[in-house]
């Protein structure tokens, strides 16, 4: 059975740093493109940053370009979100999700192209 479970979240104060983890089992995370995704309280689910197959490409939402790095360790079946410098904004569950591509480079932060989600972790910002 194909699981995805994150970790890593918690409560930081404006400025500090968070590394989540989406840990992969019942199959290879290797073969799957993966996307970070977060939902704020009342707003829709966005996408975040997402990694390719080869790890060769990666993509970050313009709210999260040069805070957030996304990487993955496929011996380990992880991926990890480096989160840094963090904003109240950023307050929200976050959601890792498994997507097979055609093409080892691609990776895409649109929610409705992936099948496979974890149950999320909550990242909370505050002071």
């Known amino acids: 059975q194909l699981q995805l479970v994150e970790s890593g979240g918690g409560l930081v104060q404006p400025g500090g740093s968070l590394r989540l983890s989406c840990a992969a089992s019942?199959?290879?995370?290797?073969?799957?493109?993966i996307g970070w995704f977060r939902q704020a309280p009342g707003k829709e689910r966005e996408g975040v940053s997402c990694i390719s197959r080869s790890s060769g490409s990666t993509k970050h939402a313009d709210s999260v370009k040069g805070r957030f790095t996304i990487s993955r360790d496929n011996a380990k079946n992880t991926v990890y979100l480096q989160m840094n410098s963090l904003k109240p904004e950023d307050t929200a569950i976050y959601y890792c999700?498994?997507?097979?591509?055609?093409?080892?480079?691609?990776?895409?932060?649109?929610?409705?192209?992936?099948?496979?989600w974890g149950q999320g972790t909550q990242v909370t910002v505050s002071s």
């Open positions: 019942g199959f290879t995370l290797g073969t799957y493109a």
């Open positions: 999700a498994a997507l097979i591509t055609p093409v080892r480079s691609m990776c895409s932060i649109q929610r409705w192209e992936y099948p496979y």
